[in-house]
């Protein structure tokens, strides 16, 4: 079992950065691919980036060059540092966990979620 804390999430204004963490708990975190999705209201929860155990990272295509996701498995927590950011940028942002191979841009492939910080980027 994981259970995932995202927190970082807040209103910044349009070109500015955030950095949003997720801290599990659970012995093996460093065994799961870990991913961000966001959701903005009345819309899919969309892939936003992955990393795998072995630290392979993925992006989404529109995201790439702007958003960075990282790990640290000592602390047992994934980043994901956001920069240049857009009034489209705005959702909350979902961490998750997955013990499934793949390339973990579904959502099906993920076995853990957290419950989401809210970001807002103002124009």
């Known amino acids: 079992q994981v259970q995932l804390v995202e927190s970082g999430g807040g209103v910044v204004q349009a070109g500015g950065s955030l950095r949003l963490s997720c801290s599990a708990s659970?012995?093996?975190?460093?065994?799961?691919?870990m991913g961000w999705f966001r959701q903005a209201p009345g819309k899919e929860r969309d892939f936003v980036a992955a990393?795998?155990?072995?630290?392979?990272?993925y992006y989404a295509n529109s995201l790439k060059g702007r958003f960075t996701i990282s790990r640290d498995n000592a602390k047992k927590t994934v980043y994901l540092q956001m920069n240049s950011l857009k009034p489209e940028d705005t959702a909350v942002y979902y961490c998750?966990?997955?013990?499934?191979?793949?390339?973990?841009?579904?959502?099906?492939?993920?076995?853990?979620w957290g419950q989401g910080t809210q970001v807002t980027v103002s124009s």
């Open positions: 998750a966990a997955s013990a499934q191979r793949g390339n973990y841009v579904s959502p099906r492939e993920y076995d853990y």
């Open positions: 659970g012995r093996t975190f460093s065994s799961y691919a």
């Open positions: 990393i795998s155990w072995s630290r392979t990272t």
